[in-house]
């Protein structure tokens, strides 16, 4: 490995001219057993080359089953680590390392484990959107896709710290009835979309319903007419009657929308302060490009490794949550 990719955190090397990138990563996959899952939040062209495009928790469950020998997670760095925890024995592949997320920076392992000792009558309940490190800690793991059920699962009078998201938890805490504790935390992307702007495009396109995600503010959602999971927002999207939606989410979900359900119209809702901008990206997700897609598939690198001993203590409240997961879908 080269000094400068280890200071850059991907493969700083350019793709040799004139080659077809889709249809060679695809061969270095198949000649390397190595499989691609994406996050809908990547851009379109890593969606299409992906073997399998999912949710947090379609994207788990994806890596838990898979027979390739290499797993390459083009999502963001926690993504590459539950692969890690759920698959030791695999090479698992993050096109770059800097692809963080900023909900999951809010909760440190230090400050949880603090936290745990002056409360140790708190079960911890933490959503996917953190460090192995600070899952490593935990209960038990939640995606937004089978939150509520993980939640319930809880005697009533249970005391629960729920980390690290306010909004998932707030929300959370409205459907079931319970009052958990909160970590104070949330996500750049889906705090900064504008309450105003939807009253405006709800004006604009009166019949569009409003799908969000439960990582926005209680203000957002509660002018949402469905809250749910970027599977379960899509889904939504394709057995509703409805032909127009303000989709208040990261955008890079109206690529398999409009992929999927091409007669229907999706408005992507801006950011608070950011006329003229039609768009909200996570930067992290959209660190992942095909050009260091190709090299990390081709120079194996960078990998994500976890301490044994850690990895062996997250894995168990992530195999919690997917016992659970399975129990909902039968
Ligand atoms: P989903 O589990 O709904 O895909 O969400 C992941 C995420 O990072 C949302 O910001
Ligand atoms: Fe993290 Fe927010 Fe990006 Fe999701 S959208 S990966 S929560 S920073």
Avoid at 21 to 29: A, F, L, S
Avoid at 48 to 76: E, H, N, P, R, Y
Avoid at 106 to 126: F, G, I, N, W
Wanted: aromatic content about 6%; hydrophobic content about 40%; proline content about 5%.
């Amino acid at each position: 490995m080269k000094e400068s990719w280890k200071d850059r955190g991907f493969v700083d090397e350019p793709v040799p001219a004139g080659i077809d990138i889709k249809n060679e990563i695809r061969r270095m996959c198949e000649e390397k057993n190595a499989v691609i899952l994406a996050h809908y939040y990547t851009s379109g062209d890593i969606q299409d080359v992906a073997d399998f495009v999912g949710d947090s928790l379609a994207l788990a469950q994806q890596a838990a089953k898979t027979t390739a020998d290499i797993i390459v997670m083009c999502g963001v760095h926690f993504m590459a680590e539950t692969n890690k925890v759920l698959c030791p024995d695999k090479m698992v592949l993050l096109p770059d390392l800097n692809a963080g997320c900023s909900l999951a920076d809010t909760c440190k392992a230090e400050d949880l484990a603090r936290y745990k000792r002056e409360h140790p009558e708190y079960k911890v309940v933490a959503y996917v959107n953190t460090s192995a490190a600070v899952k490593a800690l935990t209960d038990v793991v939640v995606t937004s896709s089978n939150a509520r059920q993980v939640v319930e699962s809880f005697p009533k009078d249970e005391k629960i710290l729920f980390a690290p998201d306010k909004n998932l938890g707030g929300y959370l805490n409205a459907i079931t009835g319970r009052n958990m504790l909160l970590w104070n935390g949330g996500c750049h992307v889906h705090e900064r979309f504008s309450i105003e702007k939807i009253v405006e495009l709800k004006a604009q396109y009166p019949s569009a319903k409003v799908l969000a995600h439960p990582e926005c503010k209680s203000g957002v959602l509660a002018l949402a007419d469905y809250i749910g999971s970027t599977a379960a927002i899509l889904k939504f999207a394709q057995t509703d009657e409805c032909d127009t939606y303000l989709v208040v989410t990261e955008s890079g979900i109206l690529h398999e929308m409009q992929k999927s359900i091409p007669g229907k119209k999706f408005i992507p809702v801006p950011p608070v302060a950011s006329a003229g901008c039609a768009c909200n990206e996570c930067d992290y997700m959209r660190m992942n490009t095909m050009e260091k897609l190709y090299n990390c598939i081709k120079y194996e690198w960078p990998q994500v490794e976890l301490d044994a001993t850690m990895r062996e203590d997250a894995l168990r409240p992530i195999e919690r949550m997917l016992e659970i997961s399975a129990k909902i879908k039968s």
